[in-house]
């Protein structure tokens, strides 16, 4: 790992969101508000067992996603979850972002580096928020549509956590030579972190 930046290179800023970017995790509020509390909350129950798996045991998290996403996702048009998606942005920017992190990422487009998040958390959502904040990409979780514009209620690829962050960066670097930074907060940016020429540890977990 390199601490250097050389001069006359690409440079790339890796923000994970949830936790570093945002103080707090988006995926059920957000899931909330597409499906609602009740709905929710009966989705959560079913998929218990293997919620409290994704707990004890890392290799779970997907399993357990997934099987969310079935439940409260399925069915539904994709340009009405756009539309919550488009709401929620403007709540997260307005109110659950850190500012430390924000400023760090404004910090790298002065520099004329490119700023990208890199998350478990759902493209839909992300998308809107990387336009509110000037980000050039976002590398998140995607929802499966079908033909007729609709949810299937699965994962459109894999999850976007530990080795698959580096991973889906490396994709869309696409084999350019770059010097990259890396922002995140917890084990699930691990991956991330050894890609990474320098790391950065940030929020609350910064500071133990």
């Not at 709401?87 to 760090?104: C, I, N």
């Not at 590398?139 to 580096?166: H, I, P, S, W």
Request: charged share 30%; glycine share 8%.
């Amino acid at each position: 790992m390199s601490s250097v930046e050389p001069a006359h290179q690409r440079t790339v800023a890796a923000f994970d969101f949830d936790g570093t970017l945002s103080t707090r995790d988006n995926f059920f509020p957000f899931v909330c508000l597409v499906a609602g509390r009740l709905r929710t909350a009966r989705a959560v129950l079913s998929t218990a067992p293997l919620i409290v798996a994704a707990a004890l045991r890392d290799g779970r998290r997907n399993t357990a996603k997934g099987a969310l996403v079935r439940r409260t996702f399925a069915g539904r048009a994709v340009e009405d979850v756009e539309a919550v998606a488009e709401d929620f942005a403007d709540a997260v920017v307005r109110a659950h972002l850190r500012d430390e992190a924000v400023e760090r990422a404004e910090w790298h487009r002065r520099q004329g580096h490119e700023v990208v998040i890199v998350s478990a958390s759902l493209e839909i959502y992300l998308r809107p928020i990387a336009d509110r904040l000037g980000f050039d990409a976002v590398l998140g979780t995607a929802l499966e549509a079908d033909a007729d514009g609709r949810l299937t209620g699965r994962l459109a690829g894999a999850n976007v956590r530990r080795a698959e962050k580096a991973r889906r960066l490396d994709a869309w670097l696409a084999g350019t030579p770059a010097f990259v930074w890396a922002y995140g907060d917890s084990k699930g940016d691990h991956e991330l972190f050894e890609r990474a020429d320098r790391a950065i540890r940030v929020g609350r977990r910064a500071r133990r």
